[in-house]
């Protein structure tokens, strides 16, 4: 099984496999979006304190979750990279983070959208905002970090470290609104209480979230190969692979 | 169907500006992340391209 695992995280083998796969997920990530749009704006009914208002939803959490998820699977390749110093870790680490970094500015943008109108303001100093805009900004210092030191092996290293150092965030973001009197309302859905909100309306959601998830590991299937094309270049097996004209 | 009409639709009982800024931005910067991943991938193929023509100029004059 292990033998196995290291099979997958060699570059050459994981570009060919991420090759075949991220058309399905794209595939499926299309679909979900579809099912999920017509649950959240033809099949969902009106809220009762929020009206139509509350039909950012469908956007606003499933982007804050992938924010704060994409974050933590670059932290886990980071430790991984680190750990048995593989190549692919530090490519699958780089992949996720542009996709993390819109969907963090997404939860930020929509959620300026929805305070507006149903708090009055388009932000406040909250815990739970101040933690998602910290998160935004260490995607940022990943980003610029790796893009600015050109040895891969060096850049993997450093961008490691702040994708682990920063995942302490994620936690806090997350529980922000039990540990902090927060504007922002707590959890709509947990692992421990029944939703508390409208079944459709939760589908729409969940459905969205999926849709997100798919869509998320789709393109970073896709960056992945990109990035290994450009670094494994003078290698022998990119030399023999036949690349459309 | 809950809407009335189109207008009704895009009205969102008054709070159109707000869910629809929501859904277009999401929708035009994933559509730009797309993009820009496509740009990236066709210039790394044909740096490929380059170098393997490359190496096969070398391979023959040898």
Redesign the interface.
């Known amino acids: 099984m292990t033998i196995r695992w290291f099979h997958y995280a060699a570059p050459q083998t994981f570009y060919g496999l991420a090759g075949r796969l991220w058309p399905w997920f794209a595939a499926l990530a299309t679909l979900l979006a579809v099912a999920g749009l017509w649950i959240g704006?033809?099949?969902?009914?009106?809220d009762a304190q929020q009206?139509?208002?509350y039909?950012?939803i469908f956007?606003?959490v499933p982007?804050s979750w992938m924010s704060m998820v994409i974050y933590l699977a670059m932290a886990f390749w980071s430790v991984l990279g680190l750990t048995f110093n593989t190549r692919l870790s530090g490519m699958m680490t780089r992949a996720l983070a542009?996709?993390g970094a819109?969907f963090a500015?997404?939860s930020l943008?929509?959620g300026a959208?929805?305070g507006?109108?149903m708090w009055g303001t388009w932000w406040v100093w909250d815990a739970r905002l101040t933690s998602e805009l910290i998160l935004f900004f260490l995607y940022l210092g990943y980003i610029a970090l790796t893009s600015a030191i050109d040895d891969p092996r060096r850049s993997d290293r450093a961008g490691a470290l702040i994708a682990i150092v920063g995942a302490v965030n994620v936690p806090i973001i997350y529980f922000s609104v039990k540990w902090w009197n927060t504007l922002h309302q707590g959890a709509s859905v947990s692992l421990t209480q029944a939703p508390s909100m409208a079944r459709i309306m939760l589908w729409g959601m969940l459905l969205m979230a999926l849709a997100f998830w798919m869509?998320s590991i789709a393109?970073v299937l896709?960056?992945v190969?990109?990035l290994i094309?450009?670094r494994e270049?003078?290698t022998e097996w990119?030399?023999q692979?036949e690349?459309?004209? | 169907m809950r809407w009335q009409s189109w207008a009704d639709f895009w009205a969102m009982g008054g709070y159109g500006l707000y869910v629809w800024g929501s859904m277009v931005v999401t929708f035009l910067l994933m559509a730009l992340e797309v993009f820009m991943a496509r740009q990236a991938r066709l210039q790394a193929e044909r740096e490929v391209r380059q170098s393997q023509a490359l190496n096969q100029q070398d391979g023959e004059s040898v």
């Open positions: 704006f033809a099949v969902a009914p009106t009206g139509e208002g039909r950012i956007v606003h982007v542009p996709t819109i500015f997404l943008w929509t959208l929805w507006k109108p869509y393109l896709y960056r190969r990109t094309l450009v270049r003078h990119v030399q692979l690349v459309r004209p």
